[in-house]
């Protein structure tokens, strides 16, 4: 009795040795990843990034203090932090790729409290990250839209606690995505549509995408507010970028959020419902888009959204009824594999 109980006692401490010993090596591969992202972001050359530059040129003009600047105040106050530390440039989009990626592991750590599962947060974030890196979308957080990219995983954080009605969470959130970039209160204002049934949604979201292909959503703002018509027209106008409606932004993001519905068989049982509620709050943020989504640079809009995808589907791939495909070592080796993605990325400048 007392040598089966001793086997026992010893097979378990072997257990919780071999679990800490994975919990480390994972952490150590995250900040290898990390590191290398924020190497290949941070040192990138000013011409690769069409914004790059000009957040380049604001930074080194920090040496004169905080400046009146139409950029939103936490993002300027950030700034002029990491200036104040005696960061050089490289320093600079090191430290912003790195508060992306710090970001990103929060809003992770909040979806897998969402959806109450038992995938661990190391797991869950290699996945977000494999599926991030080899997204174009996360590579224009990187390196173009940076300020959005910023508030991007913050207003997923916010509509997933505001699902769950959790309102200190989504105040909270909703208020340091705004203070990163304005763009953010569009999605904090459609929220409320997470009230409404996930049938009721879908209509709503519907309704919203045949206004917007149609050209009605474009046509109703210029009738009923033309100076707000004209604010989306003129803001970053530019001949180079077709403005206007955008059938292949519209059809493209319904396609992510028909995806994970298509891929519900694979999922198990336990956890399908959750994430297919978890896409509520994605279809929710794309809904700005179906409003104003027809002006320049419509695509930022849909950022946000895009991102968050990832995350949902790295859920799906988490869940996965096939288990070779939810293997947290496979998973791993696909987050290594997509660095190399990544890097062709941002080398070459290829965003969407």
């Given at each position: 009795?007392?040598?089966?109980?001793?086997r026992?006692?010893?097979?378990?401490?072997r257990?919780?040795?071999?679990?800490?010993?994975?919990g480390?090596?994972?952490l150590?591969?995250l900040?290898?990843?990390?590191?290398?992202?924020?190497?290949?972001?941070?040192?990138?050359?000013?011409?690769?990034?069409?914004?790059?530059?000009?957040?380049?040129?604001?930074?080194?003009?920090?040496?004169?203090?905080?400046?009146e600047?139409?950029?939103?105040?936490?993002?300027?106050?950030?700034?002029?932090?990491?200036?104040?530390?005696?960061?050089?440039?490289?320093?600079?989009?090191?430290?912003?790729?790195?508060?992306?990626?710090?970001?990103?592991?929060?809003?992770?750590?909040?979806?897998?409290?969402?959806?109450?599962?038992?995938?661990?947060?190391?797991?869950?974030?290699?996945?977000?990250?494999?599926?991030?890196?080899?997204?174009?979308?996360?590579?224009?957080?990187?390196?173009?839209?940076?300020?959005q990219?910023?508030?991007?995983?913050?207003?997923?954080?916010?509509?997933?606690?505001?699902?769950?009605?959790?309102?200190?969470?989504?105040?909270l959130?909703?208020?340091?995505a705004a203070s990163l970039?304005?763009?953010?209160a569009?999605?904090?204002?459609?929220?409320?549509?997470?009230?409404?049934?996930?049938?009721?949604?879908?209509?709503?979201?519907?309704?919203?995408?045949?206004a917007?292909?149609s050209?009605?959503?474009?046509?109703?703002?210029?009738m009923?507010?033309?100076?707000f018509?004209?604010?989306?027209?003129e803001?970053?106008?530019?001949?180079?970028?077709?403005?206007?409606?955008?059938?292949?932004?519209?059809?493209?993001?319904?396609?992510?959020?028909?995806?994970p519905?298509?891929?519900?068989?694979?999922?198990?049982?336990?956890?399908?419902?959750r994430?297919?509620?978890?896409?509520?709050?994605?279809?929710?943020?794309?809904?700005?888009?179906?409003?104003?989504?027809?002006?320049?640079?419509s695509n930022r809009?849909?950022?946000?959204?895009?991102?968050?995808?990832?995350m949902?589907?790295?859920?799906?791939?988490?869940?996965?009824?096939?288990?070779?495909?939810?293997?947290?070592?496979?998973i791993?080796?696909?987050?290594?594999?997509?660095?190399?993605v990544?890097?062709?990325?941002?080398?070459?400048?290829?965003?969407?």
């Amino acid at each position: 009795m007392n040598t089966v109980l001793a086997r026992d006692l010893q097979t378990s401490r072997r257990s919780q040795i071999d679990t800490m010993a994975r919990g480390w090596l994972g952490l150590i591969l995250l900040v290898g990843v990390a590191l290398f992202a924020c190497w290949l972001v941070g040192t990138r050359s000013l011409d690769i990034g069409s914004d790059t530059e000009t957040y380049a040129g604001f930074f080194e003009n920090l040496v004169q203090g905080v400046p009146e600047t139409r950029l939103e105040p936490g993002f300027v106050y950030l700034s002029y932090a990491l200036y104040q530390l005696g960061l050089d440039v490289t320093g600079y989009q090191f430290a912003l790729f790195a508060l992306l990626l710090v970001l990103v592991a929060l809003a992770v750590r909040r979806y897998q409290r969402y959806l109450e599962t038992p995938v661990t947060w190391q797991t869950l974030l290699c996945a977000s990250l494999l599926l991030l890196f080899v997204s174009p979308m996360f590579t224009n957080a990187s390196i173009n839209a940076i300020r959005q990219g910023l508030a991007a995983p913050l207003v997923f954080v916010a509509l997933l606690a505001f699902h769950r009605r959790q309102w200190g969470g989504f105040f909270l959130a909703g208020a340091l995505a705004a203070s990163l970039h304005l763009s953010s209160a569009m999605y904090l204002v459609c929220a409320p549509a997470l009230l409404l049934s996930t049938r009721w949604l879908r209509v709503l979201a519907a309704g919203a995408f045949l206004a917007y292909v149609s050209g009605l959503s474009m046509l109703a703002v210029r009738m009923a507010t033309p100076g707000f018509y004209d604010v989306v027209m003129e803001y970053t106008a530019n001949p180079l970028y077709r403005s206007g409606v955008r059938v292949d932004f519209a059809v493209f993001t319904i396609f992510w959020y028909l995806l994970p519905h298509l891929l519900a068989p694979l999922i198990q049982a336990g956890w399908r419902q959750r994430i297919m509620d978890s896409t509520s709050v994605y279809l929710v943020m794309s809904l700005p888009f179906f409003i104003i989504g027809w002006g320049f640079f419509s695509n930022r809009y849909l950022l946000p959204a895009w991102l968050a995808v990832s995350m949902i589907l790295a859920a799906v791939l988490c869940h996965a009824r096939i288990a070779p495909l939810r293997n947290p070592l496979l998973i791993r080796i696909g987050l290594l594999a997509s660095c190399a993605v990544f890097y062709v990325y941002v080398s070459r400048g290829i965003v969407i």
